[in-house]
């Protein structure tokens, strides 16, 4: 059983920029892809970013530019960034693990964009 958990989350001002962290258990994390997703208040959770196993990345359009996820394979961490945010930012934002589905899921991270 894979375990993910985020940190890094917090109150960030509009303009500036936060860095989200996962370290996940498991041996099998340098084959897997790694995602990152939130859920805005009263909306359904949406994908933000994601890693394949290669290092190939996909962004979603509203962070395309301005975010950058990575990944430690050593130490089995990703990591999403995220510069310039925005109020409509504000999110819980969950690490998710798998390849061909996400089967695994932190327990998220609180994001509040906000002056």
């Known amino acids: 059983q894979v375990q993910l958990v985020e940190s890094g989350g917090g109150l960030v001002q509009p303009g500036g920029s936060l860095t989200l962290s996962c370290v996940a258990t498991?041996?099998?994390?340098?084959?897997?892809?790694m995602g990152w997703f939130r859920q805005p208040p009263g909306k359904e959770r949406e994908l933000v970013a994601t890693v394949n196993s290669a290092g190939s990345t996909v962004y979603a359009p509203s962070v395309r530019g301005r975010s950058t996820i990575s990944r430690d394979n050593d130490k089995k961490m990703t990591f999403l960034r995220i510069n310039d945010m925005k109020p409509e930012d504000t999110a819980v934002y969950y690490c998710?693990?798998?390849?061909?589905?996400?089967?695994?899921w932190g327990q998220g991270t609180q994001v509040t964009v906000s002056a």
């Open positions: 998710a693990q798998g390849k061909g589905q996400w089967d695994y």
């Open positions: 498991g041996n099998l994390f340098r084959v897997m892809h």
